[in-house]
């Protein structure tokens, strides 16, 4: 067991009126200031990676390694990076405009929001919380942290932590359930930053609307693998096992279902074999390199999926309550209707549809949520872009797996049901910050001006039509014309 301790919910509205307080003071808006919250925040993570470990481990299961490049790693860069350009994300923005507006200096002004919410995810349970909480301090916020009480140990050693590295002043970790987090979200909020099920989003984006509150929905969905028929077979299957168990397949960009061109099948599970036994040994309950369910509940889900597949299971099958150990698993010949197909799975199992053609998958695949990333293996850039041109998804990645999420320049997150915005880089620092169009306008040149006034004349609005705009004509509508 933990020590993880909930918050009173009685103190749930005071720490949040605390933190809004606070923002009101401007305590929080000098970059001097937000530059040493974001050393803290490194610190945090680089001073205690022993004990990170220990946590991760005692929830997941979480082999070092990959805890180092998903997590504790990507913490620090992110906070590294956000430091060196803090003053170019924060500084003014000048923009180009008319020649009438050109004289009033019109720029963007980079403000923060007030007082946030980050509610963080279990699977990935440091950097789902603190990478968006670097964006957050870096755009000068007050930041309520609310980490996911499932990875109990890590909760409880962030909780523990926090204090020693951040000001509580304005971050501030809130520890509950469904009973906190449900006063929680009746907090007035400047943003809600949450990451997790759909199902739970939905909850969130209701409690969000109430009070008119913008939110960052950062959910998942059944992320497909196309397979050609082209394809180095043997690259391929080494590349989709790495990326479907990554943390036990519980990662919400995991491939979760291949779409395979048929004559290819037999091959790719003889592939995906030999890659499952070159990463893992002939054992991969007693490998240190495979991490486990996070607990009885989401084993029993999987366990139940494996019980009623009518797919042939070709590889794995094996599983072990008392160890929350599921073996890596292929199944193979699975149909549209099988409970396989249903839902994200979220777990170290990995379904085979065999296609007679790549259209039949892209159809398939329009027919259902957009997900949160989709795959394409394949030599053919043709085809690849085919693909692509053809289907929707958060994010896409052509002949590897999850590096997706690693490159933070890229943007991070979904579409409809996979998400709502995006982030990573600068662009969490986006999120967390309002665009101000401020404008300055000389008290002088007064005469100038009555042009825009009344009484109104032709020849002010010719002129003043001219200063504002461009004129063009452009030809008659190709496409109504037939042309196009």
């Not at 610190?43 to 979480?62: C, G, M, P």
């Not at 180095?232 to 299957?237: D, E, L, P, Q």
């Not at 910050?433 to 040149?445: D, F, P, Q």
Request: proline share 6%; aromatic share 8%; glycine share 8%.
């Amino acid at each position: 067991m933990s020590d993880l301790t909930y918050t009173p919910i009685d103190d749930i509205p005071k720490i949040v009126q605390e933190l809004r307080t606070t923002f009101l003071t401007g305590l929080t808006r000098p970059l001097a200031y937000r530059k040493e919250q974001l050393k803290g925040l490194h610190n945090l993570i680089a001073e205690n990676e022993t004990l990170f470990k220990e946590s991760v481990y005692r929830d997941l299961r979480k082999p070092p390694q990959e805890l180092m490049a998903g997590e504790t790693g990507a913490i620090r860069q992110e906070a590294i990076d956000a430091i060196k350009h803090l003053d170019q994300w924060a500084a003014p923005q000048s923009v180009k405009t008319t020649l009438l507006n050109r004289m009033n200096k019109p720029h963007i002004r980079k403000s923060p929001l007030g007082t946030v919410l980050i509610i963080g995810a279990w699977n990935l349970p440091i950097n789902l919380l603190l990478a968006p909480a670097v964006g957050a301090i870096a755009a000068g916020n007050c930041v309520i942290l609310k980490p996911s009480e499932v990875s109990t140990h890590t909760a409880a050693l962030l909780t523990r932590l926090l204090p020693k590295y951040l000001d509580p002043r304005s971050v501030r970790i809130i520890n509950g359930a469904a009973a906190e987090t449900t006063v929680l979200l009746e907090q007035k909020f400047d943003h809600m930053f949450y990451t997790g099920s759909g199902n739970i989003g939905k909850v969130i984006m209701a409690a969000a609307a109430k009070q008119l509150t913008p939110v960052t929905l950062e959910l998942g969905g059944k992320s497909p693998a196309f397979v050609s028929k082209d394809v180095n077979i043997a690259v391929a299957a080494r590349r989709l096992i790495f990326g479907k168990l990554f943390n036990t397949g519980q990662a919400c960009i995991a491939p979760d279902y291949l779409i395979v061109e048929r004559g290819i099948e037999e091959e790719l599970v003889k592939e995906m074999k030999l890659a499952i036994q070159e990463f893992y040994g002939a054992s991969p309950q007693t490998s240190q390199s495979y991490g486990r369910i996070i607990n009885n509940n989401h084993f029993h889900r999987l366990k139940r999926l494996l019980d009623t597949t009518r797919g042939k299971i070709v590889i794995g099958g094996d599983t072990q309550e008392d160890d929350l150990y599921i073996a890596p698993t292929i199944v193979l010949d699975v149909k549209l209707d099988d409970p396989l197909m249903e839902s994200e799975i979220f777990g170290p199992i990995l379904p085979i549809w065999v296609v007679d053609t790549i259209n039949e998958g892209i159809e398939y695949v329009n027919r259902n949520d957009q997900p949160l990333a989709l795959y394409v293996y394949s030599h053919n850039m043709k085809l690849a872009d085919h693909i692509l041109e053809n289907t929707r998804s958060g994010g896409a990645v052509i002949n590897d797996s999850l590096i997706q999420f690693m490159v933070t320049a890229l943007p991070f997150g979904g579409t409809g049901p996979s998400g709502i915005g995006n982030y990573h880089g600068k662009r969490t620092f986006d999120i967390f910050s309002h665009e101000r169009a401020t404008l300055v306008k000389n008290l002088g040149m007064q005469k100038a001006l009555t042009i825009s006034y009344p009484p109104y004349t032709e020849k002010k609005t010719s002129w003043l039509e001219w200063l504002l705009f461009d004129k063009v004509k452009y030809p008659d509508n190709a496409i109504l014309k037939g042309k196009l």
